[in-house]
């Protein structure tokens, strides 16, 4: 049983789409998904520096599109559930391309809606002053316990011993200082508290969004950050989608839901690694690929006739 991973905010490097624009099925999407979006997203992702790829409004956008049409080159233009992937989940905004994935969203739609969600994010972080930090390591109670000092938001469980705080950045900068017993402590360049209460703007923009959102059901199986969960319906899914912008991801249940389920390979489309990684530690066991250009295609795809569902 093979299921696709798709990362989040934060796994994009400058240039990271140069070698794939040589493909047909990937230049096609990335054009398309760039025509609908009105986001220059071949220039972003070819020739635009780290700060700029960093902006929450360039960088929701760009990750997906990347997603999904990283997807698109792997498969050959048919469909996920064709080729005998049985699931697929997303780490934050990767959600949005695991909608794409599982025929919950067009691609146009699932640009658009990242779009959406993007500028939503962007307004919302700049109305105070916040950021993030990677726990790594030490006792999850404690870990939970120095947050809750420092009135600090655990916004993503990642599994494998990481958590990722957010909140005021004077208290990221506090909790980098003097952080938890036993853990390294590193701070992030975001541009907000992400799944925090701090998003809470951003999700009143989304559910007036949502409501014009065009949706069908999942054809393959989709977990969601909220609990781990399976979700069949496909406006339930929007909803998650819409709600998950101020809660934390549950990145952690979702691997552990996986496992349940009986997956034996992952592979995570571009830009990939960072979900590979936390596999490695949260599903051990599992076959991993990351998909981080071109040449590891035939690998994925050798990958998937060995673990069709």
């Not at 902006?55 to 990750?63: E, G, K, M, N, V």
């Not at 994935?101 to 640009?111: H, P, R, S, V």
């Not at 979900?275 to 998909?291: F, Q």
Request: charged share 15%; net charge negative.
């Amino acid at each position: 049983m093979i299921v696709i991973a798709c990362p989040g905010q934060g796994a994009q490097t400058p240039g990271f789409l140069t070698p794939w624009l040589e493909l047909p099925d990937f230049a096609e999407a990335i054009g398309a998904m760039q025509e609908a979006s009105g986001v220059d997203l071949i220039k972003h992702g070819t020739t635009s520096d780290a700060e700029t790829i960093r902006d929450t409004s360039i960088a929701q956008p760009l990750i997906v599109a990347a997603g999904v049409a990283s997807l698109a080159a792997i498969l050959g233009g048919k469909s996920a559930s064709s080729m005998g992937i049985s699931g697929v989940a997303g780490h934050s905004v990767g959600e949005i391309t695991a909608a794409v994935a599982a025929g919950i969203f067009t691609q146009e739609t699932g640009i658009k809606f990242v779009k959406a969600r993007g500028d939503a994010m962007a307004k919302a972080a700049a109305l105070e002053t916040t950021s993030m930090a990677a726990v790594l390591g030490g006792d999850e109670p404690t870990v939970l316990a120095r947050l809750a000092e420092l009135e600090l938001t655990p916004a993503n469980y990642n599994g494998g011993g990481q958590i990722v705080a957010a909140g005021s950045a004077e208290a990221i900068t506090e909790l980098i200082a003097a952080g938890p017993a036993g853990s390294r402590v590193i701070g992030l360049q975001v541009a907000g508290a992400f799944h925090t209460r701090y998003m809470q703007p951003a999700v009143s923009s989304l559910e007036d969004f949502s409501i014009q959102t065009n949706v069908s059901n999942p054809d393959i199986a989709i977990w969601s950050n909220q609990n781990g969960q399976l979700v069949n319906d496909g406006k339930d899914f929007l909803n998650l989608l819409v709600s998950q912008v101020s809660n934390p991801v549950r990145w952690d249940l979702c691997m552990q839901s996986m496992v349940a389920a009986g997956v034996t390979a992952l592979i995570e489309v571009s830009p990939a690694g960072t979900l590979t990684g936390l596999a490695k530690r949260g599903m051990p066991g599992i076959e991993t690929l990351a998909v981080k250009t071109p040449e590891n295609i035939e690998s994925a795809l050798l990958m998937i006739n060995n673990h069709r569902g």
